[in-house]
């Protein structure tokens, strides 16, 4: 059963497109690798591929619903409740609590506070940074940043979690242990995984790889 379809995708910044007849297909539970070198346009598609950006040309399928023919908000509120996403910047509240971020997508969706936040501190454990959970996101490292974020991702029992590793050099580790952390959920919940990656350990944990070169996938490496 395909979580995700992607049909002639094309997506354009600028008159160049970042994204040229993207074909992609990934099944409930399956871990995806995206690579490719820098520009290439894997942010592009992880994004195109969530609906945080709209699709210019082609078809969007997630979770079966066809995303071109969904609003903005419609495809907003299907992230919230259904899939989960893990960015590279800019994703916690820095005056939030850890545990208060990892809650936001349930309060946003009418859980109770209480509950909310008990379920949120399970995933914080889950995730290795249970004593964190009082602490302002402001005020957490890289590396504690990406668990709660995983854990956020994860909090509302998604089918599909689209994942941009942190790159910087502060990091180097920290693409395989979010990867880890991933595929560890996805193995026990049957949760599909998309990661955008630079790291070639990464990549080969992953049960498939796609890799992109100048926007298009390097047809030399779908036989794989
Ligand atoms: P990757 O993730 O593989 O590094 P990106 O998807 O970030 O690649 O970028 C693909 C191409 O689109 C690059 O040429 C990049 O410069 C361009 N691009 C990315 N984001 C923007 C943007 N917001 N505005 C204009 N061009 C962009
Ligand atoms: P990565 O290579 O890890 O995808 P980038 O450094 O390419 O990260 O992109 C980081 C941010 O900068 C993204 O939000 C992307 O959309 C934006 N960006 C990338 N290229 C451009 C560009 N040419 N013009 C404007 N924004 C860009």
Known sequence: RAVLELIGVEYAYTRTPALRGVELHVDAGEVVAVTGPSGC???TLLHVAAGILPAQLGVVRLLGYDLTALSEAQRAALRRRDVGVVLQFGQLVPDLAAVE????????????????????????????????????????????????????????????????????????????????????????GGVAVVIVTHDRDVAARADREVRLLDGRLDMARLTR
Request: charged share 25%; hydrophobic share 45%; net charge negative.
């Open 101 to 188: 971020n990892v809650a936001l997508p349930l309060l946003l969706d009418g859980w109770a506070r209480g509950r909310a936040l008990r379920a949120a501190a399970g995933w914080l454990d889950r995730v290795g940074i249970g004593q964190e959970r009082d602490t302002l996101a402001a005020e957490l490292s890289g590396g504690e940043s990406q668990r709660v974020a995983v854990a956020r991702a994860l909090v509302t029992e998604p089918e599909i979690v689209f994942a941009d590793e942190p790159t910087g050099s502060l990091d180097q580790a920290g693409g395989f242990e979010l990867l880890e952390l991933l595929v560890g959920e996805a193995g026990e």
């Open 41 to 43: 346009g894997k942010s």
